[in-house]
Nanobody, 122 residues
Framework: VQLQASGGGLVQAGGSLRLSCAASGRTFRRYDMGWFRQAPGKEREFVAV????????YYGDSVKGRFTISRDNAKNAVSMQMNSLKPEDTAVYYC????????????????WGQGTLVTVSS
């Protein structure tokens, strides 16, 4: 599976962005899909994951209630709507694919996109 993330940009605090991740490969629908982020000088952090069917989602505590992950298996795509953005959400956001159900761990993801930068100004 090859992944291509897009949709990052500069937004003011309180604003919204929608990230997208396009996947290639016929096996996309077999994978749980996650979003992670990495701020300068920090470790990569779990943000959200959605099950292969789209029926189950989990979120990191810092984004619960503000971010929503979704997927469209017919289009080989996963998205994440980010609302009420805060300066601390500033990071490079990565989409990733895993066979491990509901995984929060970077080490359990098999494929990674190249990342898209989100900058939230105060």
């Amino acid at each position: 599976v090859q992944l291509q993330a897009s949709g990052g940009g500069l937004v003011q605090a309180g604003g919204s962005l929608r990230l997208s991740c396009a996947a290639s490969g016929r096996t996309f629908r077999r994978y749980d899909m996650g979003w992670f982020r990495q701020a300068p000088g920090k470790e990569r952090e779990f943000v959200a994951v959605i099950s292969w069917s789209g029926g189950t989602t989990y979120y990191g505590d810092s984004v619960k209630g503000r971010f929503t992950i979704s997927r469209d298996n017919a289009k080989n795509a996963v998205s994440m709507q980010m609302n009420s953005l805060k300066p601390e959400d500033t990071a490079v956001y990565y989409c990733a694919a895993t066979f491990t159900s509901g995984s929060y761990s970077v080490d359990q993801y098999d494929y990674w996109g190249q990342g898209t930068l989100v900058t939230v100004s105060s």
